[in-house]
T-cell receptor, first 114, second 112 residues
Framework: DTEVTQTPKHLVMGMTNKKSLKCEQHMGHRAMYWYKQKAKKPPELMFVYSYEKLSINESVPSRFSPECPNSSLLNLHLHALQPEDSALYLC?????????????FGPGTRLTVL | DAKTTQPNSMESNEEEPVHLPCNHSTISGTDYIHWYRQLPSQGPEYVIHGLTSNVNNRMASLAIAEDRKSSTLILHRATLRDAAVYYCILMKGGGSNYKLTFGKGTLLTVNP
């Protein structure tokens, strides 16, 4: 299984809602990532988890809260988002957190904040 | 962070080779050169990476200049499915800050 799965595919939420994005991989990878991609822009790194511990937070607002409950699963909890947070949220994983391991990306969750 | 420079767009014909250039004149000795591509409406996909020597895999070849200040991704026979944005990215070796920092990339159009 060389796949990273993300659910849901699409999500529409209001600014007062709380929702979660889910990402799963069964490749035995120990590093997992969240990226944000606005329309017609390149992906931007948000968070990195290595061995279930948060290694990098790219100064992301606290309304985004990541969680890595085990080595296969990565969540992104959303609360009080703004319309400008509407974007494609991509999850990725790699064997280890290093400069030479390739990252495998999921198809993304397209988020719309009303 | 070391930066890369790529052409905004390139065009190719189906079944012809494609050479996608990338300049990275400020590369340091331990930086890896990674290439990813993103097809329309999909997440990015790993293509290839290398450090000093040329690399080949089933998708492409990576030719790295001797001084490492530039590299070229080679698709040997372009297909319509290769139409995508191609990103050339440097990842720092050593230390603990390994980030894929995507630039604007090169939009490759493949003509039938």
């Amino acid at each position: 299984d060389t796949e990273v799965t993300q659910t849901p595919k699409h999500l529409v939420m209001g600014m007062t809602n709380k929702k979660s994005l889910k990402c799963e991989q069964h490749m035995g990878h120990r590093a997992m990532y969240w990226y944000k991609q606005k329309a017609k822009k390149p992906p931007e790194l948000m968070f990195v988890y290595s061995y279930e511990k948060l290694s990098i937070n790219e100064s992301v607002p606290s309304r985004f809260s990541p969680e890595c409950p085990n080595s296969s699963l990565l969540n992104l909890h959303l609360h009080a988002l703004q319309p400008e947070d509407s974007a494609l949220y991509l999850c990725a994983s790699s064997q280890h957190y290093s400069s030479y391991n390739e990252q495998f990306f999921g198809p993304g969750t397209r988020l719309t904040v009303l | 962070d070391a930066k890369t420079t790529q052409p905004n767009s390139m065009e190719s014909n189906e079944e012809e080779p494609v050479h996608l250039p990338c300049n990275h004149s400020t590369i340091s000795g331990t930086d890896y050169i990674h290439w990813y591509r993103q097809l329309p409406s999909q997440g990015p996909e790993y293509v290839i990476h290398g450090l000093t020597s040329n690399v080949n895999n089933r998708m492409a070849s990576l030719a790295i200049a001797e001084d490492r200040k530039s590299s070229t991704l080679i698709l040997h026979r372009a297909t319509l499915r290769d139409a995508a944005v191609y990103y050339c990215i440097l990842m720092k070796g050593g230390g603990s800050n390994y980030k894929l920092t995507f630039g604007k990339g090169t939009l490759l159009t493949v003509n039938p």
